[in-house]
């Protein structure tokens, strides 16, 4: 089992920064996959940035160059810095470790709300 909470959203106006942060209750090796998703009212849930298995990175096209993930192994932490939000931004943003098909793991989920 794994506990994942997320923290570090709030309101901010547009062209502002935010720092998220997903601390894992133990020390996670290899995931399948690690890292943040976001839902909007009334929208699916939807890929941001994820740590993939083979070491890779993915972005969602609508968040390239904005936002960066990044992770501290020796905290069980990952991190996301959301830099220009925009109002599209506002969303809970959830982490999530997919570990194997019956052992995938969510947080509670932060409100990030972009409004000036």
């Known amino acids: 089992q794994v506990q994942l909470v997320e923290s570090g959203g709030g309101l901010v106006q547009p062209g502002g920064s935010l720092r998220l942060s997903c601390v894992a209750s133990r020390r996670i090796f290899r995931p399948n996959a690690m890292g943040w998703y976001r839902q909007a009212p009334g929208k699916q849930r939807e890929m941001v940035a994820l740590f993939r298995g083979d070491g890779t990175i993915n972005y969602a096209d609508s968040v390239e160059g904005r936002f960066t993930i990044s992770r501290d192994s020796g905290k069980n932490t990952v991190y996301l810095q959301m830099n220009n939000l925009q109002p599209e931004d506002t969303a809970v943003y959830y982490c999530?470790?997919?570990?194997?098909?019956?052992?995938?793991?969510w947080g509670q989920g932060t409100q990030v709300t972009v409004s000036s």
């Open positions: 999530r470790a997919f570990l194997a098909k019956l052992d995938d793991y």
